[in-house]
């Protein structure tokens, strides 16, 4: 994915870091690697709504920017694997805030669960 030049307007470094890891999926994707290499097959089970298309678009960009390793394996079927790099653990920090903050505000965001429904009975 094309970035855009922040070396030249200092002063933007929220600006570079979201611009990162924009989006619905990057974050996440970068939250289970943090639990170690996994393949194309795991990391869509952990992640239930996205597509295939998505995962791997997303994994390329992030590949792109030296967040993951891809490694591919010569075997029958090809196995390919996927890994945080070195630039990619030191994002792990403010993935774990994200999560927290996430976690303690839940309730007042949209993808937060449903309250449960109460039936009222009628009066007779």
């Keep these: 994915m094309k970035r855009r030049n922040f070396a030249r307007r200092p002063g933007c470094s929220v600006e570079a870091t979201l611009d990162l890891i924009d989006g619905k999926w990057k974050g996440v994707i970068l939250y289970h690697l943090q639990s170690g290499t996994q393949r194309f097959g795991e990391l869509r089970r952990r992640m239930p709504g996205i597509t295939q298309r998505m995962l791997t678009k997303q994994l390329r960009a ?3 920017d030296n967040l ?23 994002l792990k920090p403010v993935i774990d805030i994200l999560k927290a903050w996430g976690e303690s505000h839940q309730e007042r965001l949209s993808c937060a669960p449903p309250p449960p429904v109460v039936k009222k009975k009628r009066a007779a």
């Design 62 to 64: 992030l590949e792109e």
């Design 68 to 90: 993951v390793i891809r490694k591919v394996y010569a075997e029958v079927p090809p196995r390919v694997e996927y890994c945080l790099s070195e630039l990619g653990e030191s």
